[in-house]
């Protein structure tokens, strides 16, 4: 109980942390409840300044569950295109819902500390200000819980408002049928006759739980790199850069031929601009195996010099990895800036073209990963045409 309520807490102080705290020992149930709780002392603050709520305690747990986060996936799902909808809500409705809970308590927990304390003509800056920390709770529970980037995250928070804007249109009968969902004889014949099916909604969130409680468990022998990689592979999986880092250190610390390892730790190092740190560890990479990875890691290095402005040692890198991978958009941009970078405008420019080429005939499900640098092709195909 104490460890749940520190999770609440520290939403307030260390919200990214927090939420990757709440994918490892958040509780679902804790979380329910504790949005039950705080919308009761949440009434209780209210009427003490006047005022009354327009809903009962219970109806802000049922449209979280049932309207705002399975809306929140399906918008994420239609964005960041994370796999089948079947799929995806069986393996993250549970961890979404217990985060947005857990956001959604402490917001409301400290509207109900200030509306008990605060003067009645403050209290809808308040609110607006309790709303704004709402959509950014849930900015680093998207994030976390399905890896994206900071933009996804950001675009899905702003359009998971639209199931909720819809459901207010129809709030009459949706009002009447929560109300009847939370009657004590439907709960009673909901755990008889679908107890097993409900007990699947939280098996995202325990299998996840499970699964790194196994890693921390083998991590504890001293010896194996590998559990120290796949944890590291979590936390930057939830952009948690600093544990990861931690992590694979450890592994190449234990294995220094933990050739995964090492590469991560230079991605890692070149999002983050020390570009030294990354040529190190792609160097580590390089001297055990030159073709790790599909060879991405010619690409990686590369990549890593025209941070750097390096271009000749760009193109050196990458000359022999768009022979090895000619059909990787990504790869031939990169080949296309080092070759614009050392002059050879026309060689950058069939670069640029092979790119959009490869990009336009790439498998249905990559389309839209690798989107991206057909659009960065064609603008710099156009800036050198012009």
Known sequence: MFRQIALVLRLYVQPARAMSDILDRGSLLFASLAVLAVTLLLEFSLAAAGLILPFRFFTPLLVLAAIYVPGTLLVTNLIARLGGMGTVFERDYSPLLTSTAMAWTAVNLALAVAAWVLPLYTLASVFLLALAYFVVLMFFAIRTIFGTGS???????????????????????????????ASPFFLLFAWFYLGSELTKLGSGMRQRQHFRRMLEISALNPHDADAQYQLGLIYQQRRNYAAAIERFKKAVAIDPREVDAHFQLGRIARMQGRLEDALEHFQAVLDIDD???????????????????????????????VERRPYDPEGLYYYG????????????RAAYKRAIEAARTAPRYRRREVAKWSRLAHKQARKLAA
């Open 151 to 181: 933009g996804m995250a950001a675009g899905a928070v702003a359009l998971s408002w639209i199931p909720l804007v819809v459901a207010a249109f129809f709030w009459g009968p949706l009002s009447f049928v929560l109300g009847w969902l």
């Open 291 to 321: 073709t790790h990875s599909s060879s991405e890691i010619l690409r990686e290095i590369g990549a890593m010099y025209l941070d750097a402005r390096h271009y000749e040692d760009a193109r050196r890198e990458l000359a022999p990895y």
């Open 337 to 348: 800036q080092a070759l614009e970078g050392t002059g050879d405008a026309a060689g950058a």
